[in-house]
């Protein structure tokens, strides 16, 4: 068996289809075929099971499959490792961030590391933490940016910053009169919130419990894609919506909305970095840490 081959099984488990598993391998779908058929002719087991329409994991392809991955994450350190002693800070690092925190410190964490590595390109993605927490381990990262805490086994995590959570509200909602939001009163007025996926989300509904009987219900909540478009539906008369404190004062602000603070104590945040504990470039990570050391999530307009 070879490495390619490995990389295959792993993609086309990964996309249970193999013209797309060939798509993201580069290579034609009966390259991608003939080659994980000799794969399961060599090793004597079938790996996936084949339909018209469906690919999928056989039991024993599972756990052949996980042990692919670790193969190639290790290959992979080998590769690093041979590079070892040469500039950490020339090679691309791959970055993630969830959708609630990557449109806010993307731009801040470019230029910073522009300025503080410049021979050291950043390939950047947002997604959900979960799918963030898969492409850590599988090495498609090297560093996630996400809310903690994050418990993986073999990942390094560290603390970067706290932000609070605040209310945004229409121009001319009721509430603008106050100075301070009770967010034990959020399930009285219209609440915008993000979809299922989204952490953001959970943290709201664990900073005020109650919002979890109107979730139920049905009533009063109405959910948008990302917080961006969450402030324009704000913004429109829509409803009302909690922000972190990034997003609140992001390059999108909008005339449109107003913000208030909420009562003490202030749920908030706290936003981190996570890394393979093999990761070979620490200096990298150093940048990393180094450059969005200096992001303020209350001003950053």
Known sequence: MTLTELRYIVTLAREQHFGHAAEKCFVSQPTLSIAVKKLEEELGVALFERSKNAVRVTPVGEKVVQQ?????????????????????????????????IGPYIFPHLVSEVQRLAPEMPLYIEENFTESLRVKI????????????PFHEP???????????????????????????????ELPDTQLLLLGEGHCFRDQVLESWPTLNQ?????????????????????????????LPQSAVYGPCHSDMVETRPFQE????????????????????IDVLVEAISSFDPANHR
């Open 68 to 100: 692919a991955q670790r193969v190639l994450e290790q290959a992979d350190t080998i590769k690093d490792l041979a590079h070892e002693g040469k500039d950490q800070l020339k090679s691309p690092l791959r970055v993630g961030a969830i959708f609630t």
């Open 137 to 148: 381990r599988n090495g498609e990262l090297d560093a996630v940016i996400l809310a903690l």
């Open 154 to 184: 073999d990942i390094l995590t560290r603390p970067l910053y706290d932000e609070a959570f605040e209310m945004l509200l229409p121009k001319g909602h009721a509430w603008t009169s106050k100075k301070e939001i009770n967010g034990e």
């Open 214 to 242: 109107a979730l139920h219900d049905q009533q009063s909540i109405t959910e948008g894609s990302s917080l961006e478009t969450i402030r324009m539906m704000v913004g429109s008369g829509l409803g009302c919506s909690v």
């Open 265 to 284: 104590p202030v749920p908030n945040r706290t936003v981190g970095v996570a890394w393979r504990a093999s990761f070979p470039r620490p200096q990298a």
